[in-house]
């Protein structure tokens, strides 16, 4: 743990919206629950950490309680602990475990061979990530919510864990993989429905996976997914892309014009488990540090924002999260 400006002296100091399209899971309703069950944590993915101390743990509260209008952004370092992998971890990151990299934007748009293998691979792989339930960071954060201390939460997940968890004051940065959208007419559906259109059209064919990665889909070779058949649009014949955002893509500017409304609204923000290394992320924790607002980053490992940062964690945030009660 580290502080930064003032440290705990900086600490103390610090005493009906309109949300955009897509920021809802399309056909989540029925997972907005608030007592979901929980699970020990699934620690595959998420990198060895030491456990928060009293001091850690006074801290973190000190700036909650402190907080009137909290914004909070969170990185696939929340999810990990659900069972989901992500990019960038030390040595259990998809970066750090293959040389496999994340289909480009581009690629996909252009290439009726880079779709076929996306959604061979996401269709095998869907079952097992659609299945992923919330943890003890996401629970806690619902919990802040319901208190009112959470402002509003920023997430760069595109696993709708948020949404299962039952938060609502939620913004999808990059999107949610629960959603298909046409690239022609752009009509949104369920991506359960688009599971059923797979099965349909590939009653027979069969594939194994080799490894799990970030966002839904899994490891195939180029002779698996050689005679997958992929649906077009039942409206218009368009090509169906998930509704999320793709490396190589930008983030609407709608969706950014918002959570600047909202980061104006609030006096501080919290990062909990993002390495801030995506800009689409970053510039938000850029621009709270130009307002002068307080930061906490809660993260395992480095992160773009640490120099900048009034408090950083090194700890697990569904170990850390769940030890706070708002005030």
Not at 146 to 167: E, I, P, R
Not at 239 to 256: A, H, M, N, Q, Y
Not at 259 to 276: T, W
Not at 302 to 321: I, Q, V, W, Y
Request: proline share 6%.
């Amino acid at each position: 743990m580290f502080y930064r400006n003032g440290g705990m002296a900086k600490m103390s100091v610090y005493c009906a919206l309109k949300v955009p399209e897509g920021c809802r899971a399309l056909g989540l309703h029925h997972y907005r629950s608030h007592s979901v069950a929980k699970a020990s944590p699934n620690l595959a993915f998420v990198p060895a950490s030491p456990p928060p101390d009293a001091v850690e743990v006074e801290a973190l509260q000190r700036f909650v309680s402190h907080s009137q209008r909290l914004l909070v952004m969170t990185g696939a370092g929340i999810s990990t602990e659900s069972g989901i992998p992500d990019y960038r971890s030390e040595g259990v990151g998809l970066y750090a475990r293959t040389d496999r990299r994340p289909i480009q934007h581009a690629e996909f748009v252009r290439s009726a061979s880079a779709r076929q293998r996306y959604w061979a691979r996401n269709f095998v792989g869907w079952p097992q990530f659609s299945s992923h339930q919330p943890n003890a960071a996401h629970l806690a954060l619902r919990n802040w919510e319901k208190l009112g201390k959470l402002h509003w939460l920023v997430t760069q997940n595109v696993d709708a864990l948020h949404t299962k968890a039952g938060s609502q004051r939620v913004m999808e940065l990059h999107g949610c993989t629960h959603r298909v959208l046409c690239l022609g007419c752009g009509e949104q559906t369920p991506r359960s429905e688009l599971q059923k259109r797979f099965e349909a059209l590939n009653p027979t064919w069969r594939a194994e996976a080799h490894g799990i990665a970030p966002d839904g889909d899994v490891f195939l070779t180029e002779e698996q997914v050689h005679n997958f058949r992929v649906p077009a649009c039942s409206r218009c014949g368009g090509i169906l892309k998930p509704d999320v955002t793709f490396f190589g893509d930008t983030v609407s500017r709608e969706k950014v014009d918002f959570v600047h409304k909202r980061l104006a609204e609030s006096d501080s923000m919290l990062v909990a488990g993002s390495s801030l290394q995506v800009y689409s992320g970053y510039r938000f924790a850029l621009a709270a540090h130009e307002k002068k607002l307080p930061i906490v980053i809660i993260n395992i490992g480095p992160t773009r924002s640490d120099h900048f940062a009034s408090m950083k964690l090194n700890s697990r945030c569904g170990e850390l999260l769940p030890l706070i009660v708002p005030r």
